[in-house]
């Protein structure tokens, strides 16, 4: 039997650059409160320390944000994020959808979190994506392969986003940005996504899942 020398390519690591972008990221995809202008300047004075890739569509938000009224880009995050179902912020609803596999995956969240030392505020679910970027900037390898694991939904994420013309496309495109790029099942899983949505109520597992892990699916606040 003939074999084939397989050539095998290490894992992608987290760049120097990788936690300053994932923190800055976090906290633009936050909602736009009163902090929210300090969050802008402070954008502006990591972009130099990014490449180019990552620093133009961040920047491409920042300016947008800046030129637009705080209360219009308050009520444009709330139209988005809230009453845009394909805009989901919460990554764990596109691999899981409402199904009762998305608590126990929440709840996977929560424990690798704490044993990183960090405990997510309570009001909010630890797969919003700026939850996930913030402790990415906390800790870049473990970040990274939750970020790596959810490529696929941040792809369906960062399209719809795009589809309504909305200016955290172009943050979307910063944190794809920070990511090896998608190939093979990765494309497939975007594409079945896209073509069928989240996957629908599995019933049967529901003593498997604490009540407090199965959230609405508009999720919590952030």
Do not use: N
Request: aromatic share 8%.
């Amino acid at each position: 039997m003939r074999t084939t020398k397989r050539t095998l390519r290490p894992a992608a690591r987290p760049e120097p650059w990788h936690p300053y972008a994932w923190q800055v990221q976090s906290l633009l995809l936050g909602y736009p409160d009163e902090d929210f202008a300090g969050h802008l300047a402070l954008a502006r004075r990591a972009a130099p320390l990014l490449p180019g890739h990552v620093r133009e569509p961040l920047l491409a938000f920042t300016g947008h944000a800046e030129r637009t009224p705080s209360d219009e880009l308050a009520v444009a995050y709330v139209a988005t994020f809230d009453h845009r179902k394909r805009c989901c912020p919460y990554l764990t609803y596109y691999a899981h959808g409402d199904t009762r596999k998305r608590g126990i995956a929440l709840l996977r969240l929560k424990q690798a979190y704490g044993a990183a030392g960090l405990r997510p505020a309570e009001d909010e679910l630890p797969d919003h994506l700026a939850v996930v970027l913030e402790f990415a900037g906390v800790d870049p390898a473990a970040g990274h392969r939750l970020l790596t694991a959810h490529r696929a939904g941040l792809e369906l994420l960062r399209l719809a986003l795009r589809a309504e013309d909305s200016p955290w496309a172009h943050l979307l495109r910063s944190v794809s940005a920070t990511l090896p790029p998608l190939k093979g099942d990765e494309e497939d899983a975007v594409a079945r996504l896209a073509a069928e949505g989240p996957p629908g109520e599995e019933v049967g597992l529901a003593p498997y899942t604490p009540p407090q892990f199965m959230p609405d699916p508009a999720g919590g606040p952030r």
